[in-house]
């Protein structure tokens, strides 16, 4: 078989900073962190000013090109294409956990361009849903050999900041069990039997972050800003805690001095040394950067 089209192998998930090793994918619960065998976790951070038009609006095809060229830079791939072919099988059945929320949600044209990229890889268009906080009872999610874990950066009331390993919350029937000690125990999250072992790509979308929030519903035009961005990991605390660094330099220059993201975000931290889910420390992370540099904050 031709390695384009071969699923991320153990040493494929090690060398794109694995959040999982191979047994993993078979739903083995994991008990330790790449950290623990020395591993660096690879994140690709990609910008592109001009995916944000004058008006605000999304250029589809500039995002596509994004998610492509980063895919392919994690994966070290020829093309986005031959990436996405070692991200999922043919026979998968998979979810793409997506976020709703209505102020900041995860781009339709993101949703959609990372539909057309599994179909693409050979995935029939039937064993593949979009869904947020539908997912408990969704047949796709319940039934689900893959997931694809997307959704935008912002300040969170409870936790701090709502990041890809919060994305998972809807999951359990009772989300407000995680929201102790600024939601420190979201890893616990990703030992629930409908995600653990099946996540195959995170991204954490930077177009337009949230830096700052003011109570549980805040969104202000005057904490957003075009970062034009995506970070795709393997790894989800890798690619949080990359977020992260950049939302806290944000602040930082928005408030003239160092301004603490609040509460603190404990969850980033924990599922790294309490959950082993990856790797949290910037040592432990590779980061590739593509495209604009300027004001890049990490």
């Not at 936790?159 to 929201?179: A, Q, V």
């Not at 109570?215 to 890798?238: M, Q, R, T």
Request: charge should be positive.
């Amino acid at each position: 078989m031709a390695e384009e089209k071969k699923v991320i192998t153990r040493r494929d998930f090690l060398k794109a900073g694995a959040c999982v090793a191979a047994g993993g994918l078979m739903g083995i619960p994991v008990l330790r962190s790449p950290a623990d065998a020395g591993e660096q976790s690879r994140v690709v951070l990609v910008r592109n000013m001009d995916v944000l038009s004058g008006n605000g609006s999304i250029r589809s095809d500039v995002l596509h090109e994004m998610l492509d060229s980063g895919l392919s830079a994690l994966l070290e791939t020829p093309d986005g294409a031959s990436a996405w072919k070692r991200i999922v099988r043919p026979e998968d059945v998979v979810g793409i956990k997506s976020n709703v929320w209505h102020s900041l949600p995860t781009p339709t044209s993101l949703e959609s361009a990372i539909r057309k990229s599994i179909i693409y890889a050979g995935v029939k268009e039937s064993n593949i849903s979009v869904d947020d906080r539908g997912v408990l009872n969704n047949p796709i999610f319940r039934n689900g050999t893959a997931l694809i874990n997307v959704r935008p950066m912002r300040a969170h009331h409870w936790s701090g900041l709502g990041t890809l390993l919060k994305n998972y919350i809807m999951f359990t029937p009772r989300p407000s069990d995680y929201h102790d000690n600024a939601c420190e125990n979201l890893g616990a999250l990703w030992q629930l039997p409908q995600i653990r072992g099946k996540t195959r790509l995170n991204i954490l979308v930077m177009l337009t972050p949230l830096f700052h929030g003011t109570g549980p519903h805040h969104f202000s035009k005057e904490h957003i800003w075009n970062y034009c961005g995506l970070i795709l990991s393997i790894d989800p605390v890798a690619a949080d805690a990359t977020g992260a660094r950049i939302i806290q330099a944000r602040r930082n220059l928005f408030f003239k001095s160092p301004r603490p993201i609040s509460p603190p975000i404990l969850h980033i931290a924990a599922a790294d040394t309490k959950f082993g889910l990856g790797n949290s420390r910037p040592e432990a992370i590779h980061l590739i950067k593509l495209g604009e540099e300027r004001d890049i904050l990490v």
